[in-house]
């Protein structure tokens, strides 16, 4: 009953409030369509025939509040799911597959993800991605509840990012999935600035709330002239993280770096990302680029993807049932471009390399603003590498069977209020 007041509440909450309002209110609502198709020898293509397509209708309404140092925040979703890998996402236990499901609050400390229905191929689901309360004062900044940081400077790769990272391959990072937590800030007269999180998770099979589920972490940010400098210390899934990165000016580009340190249970894991920024205009044309280089030390050694030899790596495999890492290997090498062709069509070509394997995901994405408040994005992704490796197919649980695509097209459309 709580639940359906607060929603009835956010629902009713007054559409464009005047600048003097305490409240103000905003959303979108997205739909999305994506496609794929597979090789012959892709299991996928033994359980959904040549190719697969999924649908998802999203409504997101988010509701904020401010009074003198007071603040409130509550981002309410409302998520519609149906298609092909939908329905595999329930049959993980038994193959082993990739694929994530309906989103759940299983790890989180407050449970706000209801399932209003769920077949074999469709899902209805409310839940709050955003709902904390906050205080700011003349430095000092605190926050309590759903809320979501970013921290790091890697562009494609987020090794310092340890809370919901996105996929680097991911065309849609307009909300980063929130966490329970309490969160501060505090504001130096020389402009720098600390921050500490407290984010407090259950353990998914118990239930319960436990210690080594739950992290605490500091970051200080600094200069040092006119470069930037971070440095990052916490204590995640009962494993001490150790991180320092930066920023600088080079020349008329802008370098940025993160190395992280991780105390597991097998030893010291170092992760890396470093990057170069520039931007320029050819042909009267605006253009951003980046190159990037990543080292992912929880990543297999050579290019054995094989279900024996990840199961060998429970680290990485931790990781990237958590959500926090998305690669298999250690090294890759990551370039993007941003081509203003006007400043309402935006064309942005990336291209993912594993650079062990070598197989490599190229990924084109448009984006249009159709409209004021309508906005439309199509991706092409196009997997390339040999059966066994990590973008052409990594082996699959069934024999001469590789869970492997060919090209993939993600479209959406999204209205905003």
């Not at 299991?43 to 140092?69: P, T």
């Not at 689901?125 to 809320?147: C, E, I, K, L, P």
């Not at 739950?214 to 494993?239: I, V």
Request: glycine letters at 10%; a negative charge; hydrophobic letters at 40%.
């Amino acid at each position: 009953m709580r639940a359906a007041a607060l929603c009835l509440s956010l629902l009713l909450a007054p559409a464009g409030a005047a600048a003097d309002e305490p409240w103000s209110f905003s959303g979108h609502a997205k739909y999305r369509l994506e496609a794929a198709a597979y090789p012959g020898n892709s299991l996928y293509r033994d359980l959904f025939g040549d190719f697969s397509d999924d649908q998802a209708l999203e409504g997101r309404f988010n509701l904020s509040w401010r009074r003198d140092r007071w603040s409130a925040q509550a981002d309410y979703q409302l998520i519609g799911l149906y298609g092909d890998r939908l329905a595999l996402a329930g049959r993980l236990p038994e193959l082993g597959l990739p694929i994530r499901g309906i989103i759940s609050d299983d790890r989180r400390w407050f449970d706000l993800t209801w399932t209003l229905a769920d077949s074999d191929d469709a899902a209805l689901v409310h839940r709050f991605d955003r709902a904390s309360v906050g205080y700011t004062g003349d430095r000092a900044v605190w926050r309590f509840g759903r809320q979501a940081v970013s921290w790091g400077n890697g562009l494609l790769f987020t090794p310092m990012d340890i809370f919901n990272p996105f996929d680097p391959a991911a065309v849609d990072r307009e909300y980063k999935t929130g966490d329970d937590m309490l969160y501060g800030q505090y504001l130096f007269g020389n402009g720098s600035d600390a921050q500490a999180v407290a984010v407090v998770r259950r353990n998914p099979v118990s239930g319960e709330v436990e210690a080594d589920q739950s992290s605490l972490a500091f970051k200080y940010h600094g200069f040092a002239g006119a470069n930037e400098y971070d440095l990052l210390a916490a204590r995640h899934y009962d494993e001490t993280v150790l991180g320092i990165g930066g920023s600088m000016a080079l020349g008329g580009a802008v370098w940025q770096s993160d190395l992280t340190w991780t105390d597991t249970d097998h030893g010291g894991v170092f992760s890396a990302v470093t990057s170069l920024s520039y931007s320029w205009t050819w042909s009267g044309r605006n253009v951003s680029g980046l190159l990037e280089y990543y080292y992912n030390g929880f990543g297999q050694t050579g290019s054995d993807y094989s279900p024996a030899a990840l199961r060998g790596n429970m680290e990485l495999l931790q990781r990237i049932e958590r959500g926090e890492l998305y690669t298999l290997g250690r090294h890759y090498l990551g370039a993007s471009a941003t081509i203003e062709v006007n400043p309402l069509f935006l064309v942005t070509p990336t291209t993912l390399v594993n650079l062990v394997d070598p197989s490599a995901l190229l990924q084109l994405v448009a984006r249009y603003d159709w409209r004021q408040d309508l906005q439309l994005i199509a991706a092409l992704n196009l997997p390339v590498g040999r059966d066994g490796s990590e973008y052409g197919g990594i082996e699959s649980p069934v024999d001469e069977r590789y869970l492997s695509t060919d090209a993939s097209l993600f479209l959406q459309l999204a209205w905003y209020f």
